[in-house]
């Protein structure tokens, strides 16, 4: 937390400091605000598409298609993270009441000045992603680059000083030297790009990887195939919840041949593999959780990052799971790129399962007051 926003004073000690509040209770519940980096991710940097898709496959980097809709039930990459997941590490909860901390919220987090600092970093990160405009691209539909007035929707405003309103859509967003501001830091995360990274992995050499990920990076069809799923809806409460995700062996059969494919005479572009938590329903937004997949019993599921599918916090499920609002109660889904961890099953020789088992780890313990649950855990193959 940058010291202006952690204490209540002033620096003449007058107890009025207008960048602090006190309902921000960091991941510890304790009041100690802090983002571990290591729990931040930012794969969705590495994604080479800018919407995704909603059928199972990956929701890309700004996420699925919704039409007009301030939250879509399927969550986007760096929606998930790191948006959500700082949300929930920020604002967390009150140990004593449990209530959420403004940030935890999507109803009040706009009251925690540091969200706006967070906002920033977001659109700095989106950035980021155009930067490589061989690989990344915005959309071109005019339903996006005109916003909601192309469909007779309202347009996006934005209160300014002196009463005055800025209107916009969102292809007036897309030149940061056209809006008068910059970022001091661009650059990308990553020094070798993620999918080239992950053809190096599976055994191509550096000048296949880097052709095949040229070709990743081309916008084209998605093939989006069922892998397997769990039987039953999955209730997280206390410290852990597992189930175990029945793989259908003709999908698995595609994904082996495909990671083969790499190292082949003529390699291909291999599957890329995504966990899905659908219908994710409760009544805490500050409920925050990793997903592990075939963490071995009895380890310390922090020893063990190789195994780590993703992280999760069920930013706005609340308002998702109440049967009057936007997603009628179907609660939220959140997507998650497991392809690392198939890939170390692949070269380990062990890819051909029966089943994976997947297990939530939540931050804190999750009260039975809290209601979450998870309609389905299901995992998808999807090919270009």
């Not at 009441?97 to 600092?117: C, E, H, N, R, V």
């Not at 572009?269 to 925050?288: K, M, S, W």
């Amino acid at each position: 937390m940058p010291p202006a926003f952690a204490s209540p004073d002033w620096p003449d000690g007058k107890g009025d400091n207008p960048l602090y509040v006190k309902q921000r209770y960091g991941p510890n519940n304790d009041g100690k605000v802090q983002v571990p980096v290591n729990m931040i991710n930012l794969s969705a940097l590495g994604d080479p598409d800018f919407a995704g898709v909603a059928s199972g496959g990956g929701p890309g980097f700004g996420g699925v298609d919704t039409g007009f809709s301030h939250g879509g039930q399927v969550h986007g990459g760096v929606e998930t993270q790191p948006h959500d997941w700082v949300h929930g590490l920020v604002g967390g909860s009150d140990g004593q009441s449990d209530s959420p901390g403004l940030m935890s919220d999507p109803d009040t987090a706009g009251l925690d000045p540091i969200f706006w600092l967070h906002h920033a970093n977001i659109d700095r990160l989106w950035e980021v992603w155009r930067r490589n405009p061989a690989a990344h691209v915005n959309p071109q539909d005019a339903h996006w680059v005109d916003g909601p007035t192309a469909v007779g929707e309202r347009t996006f405003v934005l209160p300014m000083p002196g009463g005055e309103r800025f209107t916009y859509t969102p292809g007036q967003m897309t030149d940061l030297s056209k809006l008068g501001y910059a970022y001091d830091d661009v650059s990308p995360p990553f020094e070798t790009p993620q999918p080239v990274a992950r053809l190096q992995r599976l055994g191509a050499n550096l000048a296949v990887a880097q052709s095949i990920g040229r070709s990743t990076a081309m916008v084209g069809p998605k093939t989006v195939e069922l892998l397997g799923a769990n039987a039953q809806s999955l209730r997280l409460v206390g410290t852990d919840a597992r189930t175990s995700v029945a793989l259908d062996a003709s999908v698995q059969r595609k994904v082996s041949a495909s990671l083969q494919s790499v190292t082949a005479a003529k390699p291909s572009t291999p599957d890329r593999v995504f966990l899905n938590l659908e219908n994710v329903r409760g009544l805490n937004d500050a409920t925050a959780f990793n997903v592990y997949i075939n963490l071995p019993d009895g380890e310390d599921p922090a020893k063990h990052p190789e195994h780590l599918a993703g992280s999760v916090a069920l930013f706005g499920v609340r308002k998702a799971s109440l049967a009057n609002e936007e997603h009628a109660g179907d609660g939220l889904t959140f997507v998650l790129e497991i392809s690392h961890v198939i890939d170390t099953l692949h070269l380990a020789g062990a890819q051909n399962l029966a089943h994976l088992d997947v297990r939530l780890v939540p931050q804190r313990p999750v009260p039975e007051s809290a209601q979450i649950s998870i309609g389905r855990i299901s995992v998808f193959r999807q090919s270009t």
